[in-house]
């Protein structure tokens, strides 16, 4: 499991993060410039696509949860760190969880103090973690339940979770696969490994499944200790009343947040 779509290594894997330039924070429709640029090299660099995505995150939970110093976060599918150094680098108590040494190992040597594990079974005492967050991790896994419910299980009463997916039937949903994946899960993927062999990465029913935004939120409801406090897209959430349209949210979210509360 990993939040990083992008197959292999580094193109420059010697460099270290901190003897790199960090993206500069942009805002508004330079901001959106900014991600759709880096996403598209995503795949053969991760990391400044990564270090943005996590600097936002890392600052907009500091200020919905925080102060984040001293809390003891998990990062599920943590894949090589990018989200735990900058929890690391505001204070926090950050644990990386992955069960893919490969995926730990991506940016070179795993993170400090990192965890191998199914994040589906969690080596963690239960109400033991202030915060759990989870990047793209769903679409990578087979057992939303399971995670859904290790959530809920490790959080301590009052703690907060940052749930986020590409939904299937978003632009990306197939990832290496897309835009066949239109055409359904069953059909899409078939129909692309006819046409182009097995995909580079994340193969259907194996490192990527079927996710969907209405599915999931009746699922998260059935865990009577989490509550949703907010449903949202990603990467534009001033658009959130998407999210309220069956269908529509399906195809217009692109990414899918859930934030979440244990009572």
Not at 102 to 130: C, I, M, T
Not at 131 to 136: E, I, K, Q, R
Not at 187 to 202: D, Q
Request: glycine content about 10%; some cysteine.
């Amino acid at each position: 499991m990993t939040h990083v779509h992008g197959g292999g290594r580094l193109l420059c894997p010697a460099v270290s993060a901190a003897a790199r330039t960090e993206p500069p924070v942009e805002h508004g429709l330079a901001r959106i410039r900014q991600l759709w640029t880096l996403f598209r090299n995503e795949q053969t660099d991760p990391e400044p696509f990564y270090t943005v995505l996590a600097r936002e995150a890392v600052a907009d939970l500091d200020r919905r949860y925080g102060p984040l110093r001293g809390q003891r976060i998990v990062d599920l599918g943590s894949g090589p760190g990018f989200y735990a150094r900058a929890f690391r680098n505001a204070g926090a108590d950050c644990i990386p969880v992955d069960n893919s040494r490969d995926e730990l190992e991506l940016a070179g040597a795993a993170p400090e103090n990192h965890v191998l594990a199914d994040a589906a079974d969690l080596p963690f005492e239960d109400e033991s973690v202030d915060g759990v967050f989870a990047s793209n991790l769903l679409e990578h896994a087979p057992d939303t339940a399971g995670i859904i419910g290790e959530i809920e299980r490790v959080l301590k009463p009052g703690g907060w979770a940052y749930v986020s997916w590409t939904n299937w039937y978003s632009p990306w949903g197939g990832h290496d696969m897309s835009p066949y994946h239109l055409l359904g899960p069953e059909r899409g993927p078939a129909l692309y490994e006819r046409r182009h062999g097995e995909p580079r990465k994340n193969t259907y029913g194996e490192g990527l499944f079927a996710v969907h935004i209405g599915p999931t939120l009746r699922l998260v409801r059935q865990f009577p200790r989490l509550r949703i406090e907010r449903v949202e897209p990603r990467y534009w959430p001033k658009l959130r009343f998407i999210v309220a349209i069956p269908g529509l949210r399906e195809v217009a979210t692109w990414n899918c947040v859930i934030r979440l509360r244990k009572r």
